[in-house]
């Protein structure tokens, strides 16, 4: 399998390496308040997962496929062993990474999402998007006005028109691989393929107000992760980065920096 080229951004020093993966629909940028919160002392690396933003789109996608672009890419950028955090899709892969190759990961956090197979979510955002593609859109404000037709929460809205992005020719198009995403969306839904244990430190990070980490999967989670510990984020949704950065910012930069203590 050829491993599929990948965007990365990176800011800070010299330090330990942080990898930062997004979630479905994202980019690299969503979680670039983390980014600057990590980088006077560790050198981020904030990835474009494939079919997202600039990164290489692929034709069959799935949580082992992006897990071995990320591990290629590391290779590529000779990065033996990094830091991980991931949020909802990227915390999926983060776990599929961390669980098939556990010398890779330095300490691993999964923000919002369990290592389960869930049920189908986005059947409206898809439609949206693509009556977006279809309505040959001449700004955003257009695209805006199509998605809030399918989508009530104004927060999913904005998330995704941070995704659309306009040609010199005055066309907008999405950053991401949206046909292929829908294609492979039930092969993101499923449960990390490998089974691990992962052995390292893992902390877990629910929002109060979302359904994606329940207290029913802890025992999964416990399985996979034996030294994983899960931290509640209260009165917050799916979007803890965006809802509560200064709360999010604080426990991943604490929970690194007991890690990279650790391992000195």
């Not at 080229?5 to 629909?25: I, W, Y």
């Not at 890419?73 to 190759?101: F, T, Y």
């Not at 995704?163 to 949206?178: D, I, K, M, P, Q």
């Not at 390292?200 to 329940?214: D, K, T």
Request: proline letters at 5%.
């Amino acid at each position: 399998m050829t491993p599929t080229t990948l965007h990365a951004a990176s800011v800070g020093d010299d330090g330990p390496p942080v990898l930062l993966l997004h979630g479905l629909f994202g980019m690299g940028s969503n979680l670039g308040a983390l980014a600057r919160a990590l980088a006077d002392s560790y050198r981020v690396y904030s990835l474009d997962l494939p079919d997202h933003g600039r990164s290489a789109w692929t034709d069959a996608s799935d949580l082992p496929r992006m897990a071995e672009a990320v591990h290629a890419w590391m290779r590529g950028g000779n990065i033996e062993r990094a830091h991980v955090v991931g949020h909802s899709l990227g915390g999926k892969v983060a776990m599929q990474l961390a669980l098939a190759d556990a010398a890779a990961v330095a300490s691993l956090v999964v923000a919002d999402i369990a290592p389960v197979a869930y049920a189908g979510s986005h059947e409206a955002v898809f439609a949206a998007l693509a009556a977006v593609d279809a309505a040959a859109v001449r700004s955003r404000k257009e695209a805006g006005e199509i998605l809030r037709r399918y989508l009530e929460e104004e927060g999913v809205v904005q998330f995704l028109l941070l995704s659309l992005a306009h040609e010199e020719s005055g066309a907008w198009h999405w950053r991401f691989n949206r046909t292929g995403l829908e294609s492979n969306y039930s092969a993101y839904l499923a449960a990390p393929a490998a089974t691990g244990p992962y052995p390292g430190p893992v902390l877990f990070l629910r929002g109060g107000r979302s359904p994606y980490v329940r207290d029913a999967h802890l025992a999964e989670i416990r399985r996979r992760f034996p030294a994983a510990r899960l931290e509640t984020i209260h009165d917050c949704g799916h979007w803890l980065h965006a809802e509560e950065p200064e709360t999010f910012n604080s426990l991943v930069r604490g929970f690194i920096d007991d890690g990279a203590e650790a391992a000195r």
